[in-house]
Nanobody, 114 residues
Framework: QVQLVESGGGLVQAGGSLRLSCTAS????????MGWYRQAPGKQRELVAS???????NYVDSVKGRFTISRDNAKNTVYLQMTSLKPEDTAVYYC????????WGQGTQVTVSS
């Protein structure tokens, strides 16, 4: 069973920054695309950023220019650098493959105060 452990969330003021990390229990080098997802209260989970093994990235429009996804296959870890945070970024953040597998971690809460 795949385990995904997200960390790095917290409470931050609008305009602040956070760096999220996600470590997998399996080698992510075999997973072409990894992604960060988020789920806000009352909303569906959405993919906000993804990165392929070759380094190409994709972002949802609402985070373009503010979030940066990266991966370190040697550490089985995916990162999400978030800057210029907005209250609407408040959500639980998860990582998974893109498209996602059935395995989800516990997520990490990001709360942005205005």
């Amino acid at each position: 069973q795949v385990q995904l452990v997200e960390s790095g969330g917290g409470l931050v003021q609008a305009g602040g920054s956070l760096r999220l990390s996600c470590t997998a229990s399996v080698s992510i080098s075999t997973i072409n695309a990894m992604g960060w997802y988020r789920q806000a209260p009352g909303k569906q989970r959405e993919l906000v950023a993804s990165i392929r093994n070759g380094g190409s990235t994709n972002y949802v429009d609402s985070v373009k220019g503010r979030f940066t996804i990266s991966r370190d296959n040697a550490k089985n870890t995916v990162y999400l650098q978030m800057t210029s945070l907005k209250p609407e970024d408040t959500a639980v953040y998860y990582c998974n493959g893109a498209p996602h597998s059935q395995y989800w971690g516990q997520g990490t809460q990001v709360t942005v105060s205005s």
